[in-house]
């Protein structure tokens, strides 16, 4: 049988916004996985925008995520299998990098990996050969399936550049896990010839770690975050300001200048700040032996932005990706120091780990942890404050004049009336009160030249039809303006003669004829 003629072209397009049940997480993982290949970051809106293109189907976030998880799982490893090679990954590490710490623990009883600690020998002897006594403290959240976070301990070289120390990944973060993460680095870290100073958040027990492990190091706090708890109580621009600026100042005296600011206007303002002691927040009682002036913990959120491409993938491939950064961040700095003690810092070598086809077998399963999914759609970006955004979108009180918040909620004093500002008061002849005065004078008809009615142009002066008043009023004028149309002098005719009232004396003829002009005044 042989078919002659027909329609092989099929155009039909679905309608747009229309759903399909075969549209399955699988389904969307094969047609998206070579686009997650060729990109560095892909979210699940990007998937459901490709699908809703190519074939005119909406899928629902939760498809579209799960098909994003499948088709990651196929590229970088599955993340359940990341946790069973935990314990391998550790000893591969002790095996290329001696003297390191590598320790993964696990709950014996529900046989779930619960944390697992990173530092390099390397990094360690280079903080103490050579970097400042300054650490930071910090935390993210890891975005892959089974969440949790990742604890950092982060220093400055010589050059202010980030150095990192160590990491440790666990369920949550709290007082627990923040002191048995500082209990494994207090042998190596005390060993800086420098007394240690720690900056922080102070969120989440870290103020109680840092006491309790290393209890003659100082402690400092970081004012950006210190300031979101200070501007919840006392908003606006103007406490604002002075707050940072009693923060940031270098004398103690500058810093009280500040502060006597901050008591005039906002007396609980300024007791609010002093229930931490100066020291932990104030750039002019800082300890000298840091010699580093920042009153913020911006280095240690710069390594969080700078693992972030490493936080959304299996466990596994995370250490080993931190791994290979690392390195390459050691490599690219060496040959450029030309300091002593910057030299000395990136002296060590981070070696590579072995390839996974050459690990030993795990000897025994490791469960994930439980897999907790939160209310809402996941987030990836982290919430920003109001003082994160631009002073134009800022609310302002009608009350206190401050931004920050509007009147309904205001706390403070109402600000003061201010003056209002004096304008200049020009003088404004318009062409009918030229013509009304000129009848008034005896004129027949008003005389209309060029340039007459409304206001001059520029600052031109304004054409006098007819004479100067030092012309028509005061002939004694040595010195009368110049007709600006060249005519000649206008000579006014005899007023009519009234009968003169007793005891009267007269010494202007036209006292009683003319009348002065009304301004018309306008603003």
């Not at 000298?288 to 002036?293: L, P, Q, Y």
């Not at 050459?358 to 109001?386: I, N, S, Y």
Request: glycine share 6%; aromatic share 10%.
């Amino acid at each position: 049988m042989r078919l002659m003629n027909g329609v092989f072209v099929h155009n039909c397009k679905r309608k747009p916004g229309t759903k399909n049940r075969l549209a399955n997480a699988l389904w969307v993982a094969n047609e998206i996985e070579e686009t997650v290949i060729d990109m560095n970051t892909f979210s699940s809106q990007d998937a459901m925008t490709i699908i809703s293109r190519r074939y005119g189907v909406d899928l629902s976030y939760f498809t579209a995520w799960n098909g994003k998880t499948i088709c990651i799982e196929r590229i970088v490893g599955s993340f359940g299998e990341g946790y069973t090679l935990m314990p391998e990954l550790c000893r591969q590490i002790l095996i290329s990098n001696p003297g390191s710490i590598a320790k993964c623990s696990t709950d014996d009883d529900m046989k779930m990996w619960t944390r697992t600690c990173i530092a390099y020998k390397a990094y360690l002897d280079g903080f103490v050969k050579g970097c400042r006594p300054i650490i930071g403290l910090d935390g993210c959240f890891l975005k892959g399936k089974y969440g949790g976070q990742c604890l950092s301990i982060v220093g400055l070289d010589e050059n202010n550049g980030l150095f990192h120390i160590a990491i440790y990944l666990c369920r949550s973060e709290c007082l627990a896990t923040w002191k048995t993460f500082m209990g494994l680095l207090a042998p190596y870290l005390t060993l800086h010839p420098s007394k240690l100073t720690f900056i922080s958040d102070r969120q989440k027990g870290l103020v109680d770690a840092v006491a309790q492990v290393f209890h003659h190091q100082n402690h400092r706090f970081c004012f950006r975050h210190f300031y979101k708890n200070f501007k919840k109580n006392f908003k606006g621009a103007h406490l604002e300001r002075l707050s940072w600026g009693a923060a940031k100042a270098y004398v103690q005296e500058e810093k009280e200048k500040f502060l006597d600011k901050l008591d005039k206007d906002h007396l609980r303002a300024r007791q609010w700040l002093e229930k931490e002691p100066y020291e932990t927040w104030c750039k002019s009682h800082f300890d000298f032996t840091a010699k580093w002036e920042h009153v913020t913990n911006n280095f240690s959120e710069s390594f969080s932005n700078w693992i972030m491409k490493v936080r959304d993938i299996p466990i596994h491939k995370s250490i080993e990706n931190l791994n290979l950064m690392m390195m390459k961040l050691t490599y690219e700095r060496s040959p450029y120091h030309r300091v002593a003690n910057y030299v000395v810092t990136c002296e060590g070598l981070v070696l590579p780990i072995a390839d996974s086809s050459l690990w030993e077998k795990p000897l025994r399963q490791v469960e994930p942890p439980p897999l907790v999914r939160e209310t809402g759609r996941p987030r990836k970006v982290r919430k920003k404050d109001a003082n994160e955004g631009s002073e134009k979108n800022q609310k302002r009180c009608g009350k206190c004049r401050l931004y920050g918040h509007n009147k309904k909620t205001c706390k403070g004093q109402p600000a003061p009336k201010q003056p209002r500002k004096e304008r200049q008061i020009y003088r404004v002849d318009t062409g009918c009160s030229r013509d009304k005065n000129r009848r008034k004078m005896v004129f027949d008809k008003p005389i209309r030249g060029e340039n007459q009615g409304g206001r001059p142009r520029g600052n031109r002066p304004r054409a006098n039809l007819f004479g100067t008043k030092s012309e028509v009023f005061n002939e004694s004028t040595s010195r009368p303006r110049a007709n600006l149309f060249n005519r000649e002098p206008v000579v006014l005719p005899s007023m009519p003669s009234k009968p003169a009232k007793a005891k009267t004396v007269i010494d202007n003829p036209y006292k009683k004829v003319f009348k002065p002009v009304r301004p018309n005044w306008r603003p």
